[in-house]
């Protein structure tokens, strides 16, 4: 039976979100860990960690544990992980918790064991995992068990997936490592090649989410940027447009483009034409990019819309996917391994 402790992650790259059973989510923090690295000591994880981004002195490492969708750091990720359940169901729970992570599409077997491992080793009981496009559809609202097409867009801090999904399983799919960090990474590269001026990730981030474009706005917004001029050394200020941000964007967005015209082409017919009557669904944060919907059915001629909550839609999707955990299962759409025994195998 599962209990009132049952739990659901959302194990982004840029943020963890916690989903309770019967609570909804309780829990939405930056993926972030700041380390000594002279006693190898956990100083602080989540907003408080993401707060020295960029601003530790040296003996001081504010780490990202994953990157591109998968664990890059295995110790930090337990250490985070262990963090985030202690604070959503306390530290001397007497059950321990059994979680649905969510992974992106594209990953392999270790790394799916790696998951699974970390959260065990974070004081999970059991734990399933669940892949990003079929949550993302779930929180969406999308009854994935009906026998029509949709298509979700998933576009995350690490990756974006998108997938055509019908009867609980995924029928095409695809996940390409450019999201939400190569938005900002553009955004960097811009600033230095137009304005001479370095800036941080944080910068770089509050652009995207301020001003940020995929597609022209009726009115060209501005925002002052502040970083190092790359010729003097010294602090600088600039003025920037969010026509702007079009051009710095343009090659990741136009990457995007061309991944969801593939999983069209690689689309049945019959499925193809439930997609064009009921459109393209958009969810995660790099979807909330302005235009970037209009881009999508601007190249491909199929009506897109971002979903409610965009942002949740994963989290909320893996939480109740615990409600309907048979049935999932029945179907492929959750995978599980025992990490004690000596199988791993897809139920």
């Known amino acids: 039976m599962w209990g ?3 739990i659901g992650i959302d194990l982004g790259t840029a943020s963890v979100l916690v989903y309770v059973k019967g609570r909804g989510i309780v829990l939405r923090e930056p993926s972030v860990v700041a380390v000594d690295e002279r006693t190898g000591r956990t100083l602080a994880v989540g907003e408080e960690a993401r707060r ?10 504010a780490i990202r544990p994953l990157r591109d969708g998968v664990i890059s750091d295995y110790h930090v990720t337990e250490t985070m992980l262990r ?51 079929i949550a993302a559809a779930i929180g969406a609202g999308i009854d994935i068990s009906r026998p029509y097409g949709s298509m979700i867009v998933d576009i995350g801090g690490g990756t974006t997936d998108i997938a055509v999904i019908s009867l609980n399983s995924t029928v095409v799919s695809s996940s390409i490592k450019l999201a939400g960090d190569k938005f900002d990474e553009a955004i960097i590269r811009y600033m230095r090649k137009k304005h001479n001026l370095l800036i941080g990730e944080r910068t770089a981030e509050d652009l995207k989410i301020n001003i940020g474009a995929a597609f022209p706005r009726k009115e060209t917004i501005f925002m002052e940027v502040t970083g190092r001029n790359l010729v003097s050394g010294l602090p600088k200020t600039v003025n920037v447009g969010s026509d702007e941000m079009i051009e710095a964007l343009d090659e990741p967005v136009q990457a995007v483009l061309e991944a969801v015209h593939d ?16 459109g393209i669904v958009m969810t995660g944060g790099g979807s909330l990019l302005y235009g970037l919907d209009m881009r999508i059915q601007q190249y491909t001629r199929v009506p897109c819309f971002v979903a409610e909550d965009a942002v949740s839609c994963v989290a909320i999707g893996t939480g109740k996917a615990l409600e309907n ?20 195998r897809n139920i």
């Open 4 to 6: 009132t402790q049952d």
């Open 52 to 61: 020295m981004l960029g601003r530790t002195p040296g003996t001081i490492k």
């Open 83 to 133: 963090y985030f359940l202690d604070k959503v169901v306390g530290k001397k729970f007497f059950f321990k918790p059994r979680v649905v992570v969510c992974v992106p599409s594209g990953v392999t077997e270790v790394e799916k064991r790696s998951v699974i491992e970390a959260t065990e080793d974070a004081g999970a009981r059991e734990v399933d995992l669940i892949e990003e496009p």
């Open 263 to 278: 999983v069209l082409e690689r689309t049945p017919p019959e499925i193809s034409s439930d997609i064009f009557d009921r």
């Open 325 to 344: 955990i048979d049935a999932l299962k029945k179907h492929n759409a959750l995978f599980t391994t025992s990490r004690r025994g000596s199988h791993q």
